[in-house]
């Protein structure tokens, strides 16, 4: 079965440290996002990716944070100077109409 | 309360029996799907309905949806200690683009004895 592949899977960076966590998503899948989980809390939306170009941002996702398809299988995920409060499982996805394939996430402690 | 809460947020039960965790959300939605979410994993998608549907079935899972509510629920019936993990319901809401967020619960932490 197709799955989304995330890598890494886990990632310790100092505070202020740039970090970009990739994605490989199915590969007929038309729409990509990230999601976050704090330990212990609800899963977050972070912002969605269609046709090139974000549809969507929540307001976690301020100027720290940008997407990129920089071919045509990666998603990455850029945070720029984490903060401690950064610390979370972050999920990407994608799906063709309904229903998400989560990948496995990457879990990014921010020291 | 916000968009697709469950409850109860924690559920013990023991092997065999069933579980039924219930969500309940706000606003008019396209569909709604449930999760599963083993401890420092990622989400797997269970089962997602339509909003012009009431019932549905996978296996041992059974997912009712009342819109005029807006409740649904999940049941596992004749559990087992692998089912213990947390349960998440997702709802896209109507008239949201296809690129648009699902907006995530706050999930069930079912535990099943063996």
């Known amino acids: 079965e197709p799955e989304v592949t995330q890598t890494p899977s886990h990632q310790v960076t100092q505070m202020g440290q740039e970090v970009i966590l990739r994605c490989v998503p199915i590969s007929n899948h038309l729409y990509f996002y990230w999601y976050r989980q704090i330990l212990g809390q609800k899963v977050e939306f972070l912002v969605s990716?269609?046709?090139?170009?974000?549809?969507?941002k929540s307001e976690i996702f301020d100027d720290q944070f940008s997407v990129e398809r920089p071919d045509g299988s990666n998603f990455t995920l850029k945070i720029r100077s984490t903060k401690l409060e950064d610390s979370a499982m972050y999920f990407c996805?994608?799906?063709?109409?309904?229903?998400?394939?989560f990948g496995s996430g990457t879990r990014l402690t921010v020291v | 309360s916000q968009q697709g809460e469950e409850d109860p947020q924690a559920l013990s039960i023991q092997e065999g029996e069933n579980a039924t965790m219930n969500c309940s959300y706000k606003?008019?939605?396209?569909?709604l799907q449930w999760y599963r979410q083993n401890s420092g994993r990622g989400l797997v998608h269970l089962i997602l309905?339509?909003?012009?549907?009431r019932e549905k079935h996978s296996g041992r899972l059974r997912v009712t949806l009342d819109t005029s509510k807006k409740s649904s629920s999940l049941l596992i019936t004749a559990s087992r200690a692998a089912d213990t993990a947390s349960y998440f319901c997702?709802?896209?809401?109507?008239?949201?683009?296809?690129?648009?967020?699902?907006?995530f619960g706050d999930g069930t932490t079912l535990t099943v004895k063996p």
């Open positions: 996805a994608s799906r063709r109409n309904y229903g998400y394939t």
């Open positions: 990716f269609y046709n090139n170009e974000i549809s969507e």
């Open positions: 606003t008019s939605i396209n569909n």
């Open positions: 997702a709802t896209d809401a109507l008239n949201v683009p296809n690129a648009g967020k699902s907006t």
């Open positions: 309905i339509r909003s012009n549907e």
